[in-house]
C-alpha cells in the first residue's frame, strides 16, 4: 500500500508541473542572466523555413482554425543579412494593432495570441475597459541590434520580432509603456506588468522597461534564442 501511494503522488506532481505556465493569471518566472542578451549573429544561426515549407503551412492552418486573419507573403532576401522568410501579414487579432509589418508566422501566431488571451483579458481586470487599439513600433527592420558594438542583426532584421509601446481603451485613455511602466497609477503598472508576464510565457525573448533604457518606451518580443524576460 505504501509503494502505491507513493507512486500516487510522484504521477500527480508531474501532472501538476506540466501545467505551470499555461495560466497568464500566474507570474512568469523570471530569468535573470549574468550577462546582457545577444541574438545570434547570422541568419544561418537559426532555422528559418519558407513560405511554402510544410512547418509554414501548417502555421498558418493554425493561425486560421483560430480565426486570426492574415496574408501570406512572398519570401524575401534584403542583403546583408537582413530577410524575410516563412512570414505574413497579420489583419486582425480581435484589436487593431498599428505599424505591424512582415512577421514569420510563429511570431504572428505567439502575438495574436498574446493579444486576445494577455491583453484584452488584463485590461478588463486591471483598467476595467477594453483595448481598442495596439500601438506597436514595427516589426521588420533591417537594422543591429540597439546598443550593441558587435555589429549583430536584430531579430527584427529577420521579421522575427515586435515592439510594442501603447494602448488605447475604450474609454479614451491611452496607457504607454514610458509613461505607465513606472507612474502613479498603480492599475495600469499592474496591467502592463501582467501583459508583460504573458509575453514572458509566449515569446522566446521578453524585453522590457527593466532591461535597459533602450527599452523604456516599449515591449520586445522575439522568436529568437531564449527563454529570456526581463
Known sequence: ?????????????????????????????RIKPARSYHPPARATDLDFPGIEAAVTKQCMANMGSAGFQFTPLPDRNFGGGCLAFGSVQLQNVGVPVTNLGAMR?????????????????????????????????????????????????SQHAYANAVDVAAFVLADGRRITVLGGWNGPDEDVRRFLRAIHDSGCKRFKTTLGPDYNSVHANHFHFDMGRGPFCK
Open 1 to 29: 500500500m505504501f509503494r502505491s501511494a507513493s507512486i500516487a503522488i510522484v504521477a500527480l506532481s508531474l501532472l501538476l508541473g506540466g501545467c505551470i505556465g499555461g495560466d497568464d493569471r500566474k507570474p512568469a518566472k
Open 105 to 153: 508566422c510563429p511570431l504572428a501566431q505567439t502575438f495574436a495570441a498574446w493579444a486576445r488571451y494577455g491583453v484584452l483579458p488584463a485590461a478588463r481586470v486591471y483598467l476595467r475597459s477594453e483595448v481598442i487599439r495596439i500601438e506597436s513600433f514595427g516589426t521588420y527592420n533591417c537594422r543591429n541590434v540597439n546598443g550593441a558594438a558587435t555589429g549583430r542583426l
